[in-house]
């Protein structure tokens, strides 16, 4: 089992670029969430989707937008980068029916890198 | 919104000793809290979890306390091994949005030989 596989694993963008990033979730999950982890804070979550869907959204501006495909792989797209977009970003696949358990046990990728300059 | 805090930012403890690691909450709904572990270069993984209808979780050598009316819970390593050396961190599931985690801040762990 592959677990969560995400791409690229570094990258660097300079201001006012546009990122994408990439996301498989394990197998047999249907579910995928993206995270932000600055340096020394705990993952912030971005959004959840589901069925092709944004079910959730945290605090986070416009400027950061998803995709999922049939497949349950997803996107995360990153408009008019900023230096303070610059962190670890992290996707996390689930089953949404463990996800209404309360035990939500995501998997977790080793995440992309990014670094705004 | 559910605030979730790790006061602590690192623990240095000998192995074969006991490693307490804090987690502070702020809303009282009924929730689930996890307890993750993060490896340099690798994602987060899950450790153990607890119920808030729950007092305490044990498997194997982890143990999570839960004390609702002081809003705290603590995650209990027995005995401390180097191989758990790692950021932990723990996490609200939350009472109506099981999709989300709130993370908290994390504690760097590092047992000695």
């Known amino acids: 089992d592959a677990g969560v596989t995400q791409s690229p694993t570094h990258l660097i963008k300079t201001r006012g670029q546009q990122v994408t990033l990439r996301c498989s979730p394990k197998?047999?999950?249907?579910?995928v969430s993206w995270y932000q982890q600055a340096l020394g804070q705990g993952p912030q979550f971005i959004f959840q989707y589901y069925e092709e869907e944004e079910r959730q959204r945290g605090n986070f501006p416009d400027r950061f937008s998803g995709h999922q495909f049939p497949n349950y792989s997803s996107e995360l797209n990153v408009n008019a980068l900023l230096l303070g977009d610059s962190a670890l970003y992290l996707c996390a696949s689930s089953l949404i029916l463990l996800s209404y358990s309360g035990a939500n046990v995501l998997t977790f990728g080793a995440g992309s890198r990014l670094t705004v300059l | 919104d559910q605030q979730v805090k790790q006061n602590s930012p690192s623990l240095s403890v000998q192995e074969g000793r006991i490693s307490i690691l804090n987690c502070d909450y702020t809303n009282s709904m009924f929730d689930y809290f996890l307890w993750y572990k993060k490896y340099p270069a690798e994602g987060p993984t899950f450790l153990i979890s607890?119920?808030?209808?729950?007092d305490k979780n044990e498997d194997g050598r982890f143990t999570v306390f839960l004390n609702k009316s002081a809003k705290h819970l603590s995650l209990h390593i027995v005995p401390s091994q180097p191989g758990d050396s790692a950021v932990y961190f723990c996490?609200?599931?939350?009472?109506?949005?099981?999709?989300?985690?709130?993370f908290g801040q994390g504690t760097i762990l590092t047992v000695h030989p």
């Open positions: 197998s047999g999950h249907d579910t």
């Open positions: 607890i119920s808030s209808i729950k």
């Open positions: 996490a609200d599931a939350g009472g109506t949005s099981y999709g989300k985690l709130t």
